[in-house]
């Protein structure tokens, strides 16, 4: 392969016009990218651009989207390491080409050892100007939100970092479709009072405040990970919550089991196979509780709890909390937004919503925010 001498090595630190998408630390020696949709985007004017990464994980392997003009033009996993990965070469010199590097892949609070960070670029030309977009979304959830099963046959059963996107991800569709930059917390099989699985501790808002704190291990605390977020540096127009799908998941789980104390934890069913009154009655608390704690940190916000792709059993509970939550605080910027339900056309992998599905719920939430932000 013929060198290009002219590619200049620069840290991400050294570049004037750099934006980052996605709660971080603020460190750029080097960037660590935790959540799904975290990105660096760069107004690139020349002919070829890498990226230094540096990559680990014990077992969910990172994966990048490159965005091009605005258009997805490769994906790829990363393996472990630290070594560079091209972008883009051959393109035209004169040309500035709007460049986004994408992380695929949520946080994982399973695996303490997963980690993507980017180190530098080497590139042959210059940085320009991004212009800053109108609105910012923040976006709070689940699998759905994290994107997975996305991406991938309709056939596909495996949980591996394969099958999430943050690209076909009504996240990402939304937030084009309104000309807004956004962020994602987001993990899936967690609820806003309880797991799937019946786990009381894995819970959203439990870690809301903290930079990714729903990360484990002694390599993501060095990092930063459970610090305190810095809110009033990136404040959002609309908070998104889409919680509740795995609450309601829990009513029909075996119950959790705390290996160390022994205790166990259950969302119950009366003989009926309806909710128990006490059990749902924690869900609601939880969801008031949530409402408040996002008001604390994002004054201006309007609040969405945007909810239904995969089925509504929860809709008539969030309604009930998000009604009393609005009366006790006489918050009128609080809204409840049902979204379109997955069905057999749209299925994608791992029974979780598709592309179809993605593109259904971002056309029809996109439409409500605008006429919120109007």
Known sequence: MRENEKL???????????????RTTGCLSPLTLFWTGSAIELNAKGTELW???????????????????????????????????????????DMIKNIKV???????????????????????GEFFPIEEKPYKIEFIGDSITSGEGAIGSKVEEDWIPMWFSAIDNYCNLTSEALNADYRIISQSGWGVYTSWDNNPYYNIPKYYNKVCGLLTGAKNESLGAFKE??????QPDVVV??????????????????????????????????YNREDLQSFEEAVYNFLVKIRKYNKKA????????????????????????????????????????????????RNHPGLLSHEKAAKELSGYIKELLK
């Open 102 to 124: 994408v992380k695929d892949v949520q946080a994982m609070s399973g695996d303490p050892g997963c980690l993507m960070q980017i180190h530098a670029v080497k590139f042959d």
């Open 8 to 22: 200049r090595v620069q840290k991400l630190s050294d570049i004037e016009n750099l934006k980052v998408h996605g």
């Open 241 to 274: 919550v889409n919680l509740g799908t795995n609450d309601s998941g829990a009513f029909n789980n075996p119950e959790w089991k705390d290996e160390i104390s022994g205790k166990t934890h259950k969302q119950r069913l009366n003989e009926d196979g309806t």
């Open 302 to 349: 309007q609040i969405i709890w945007a909810y239904g792709m995969l089925g509504i059993p929860m809709m008539p509970a969030i309604y009930r909390a998000v009604d009393t939550y609005v009366k006790a605080t006489k918050d009128d910027k609080v809204t409840v937004f049902q979204l379109p339900n997955t069905t057999d056309e749209t299925v994608g992998a």
């Open 51 to 93: 990226i230094e990464v540096e990559i680990d994980y014990d077992v969910c392997e990172p994966w990048i989207s490159v965005i091009i003009n605005s258009v997805p033009v490769s994906r790829q996993m990363l393996v472990a390491g630290k070594y560079w990965v091209c972008v883009f070469r051959g393109m035209n010199k």
């Open 229 to 234: 977020n810095d809110f009033e540096s990136w």
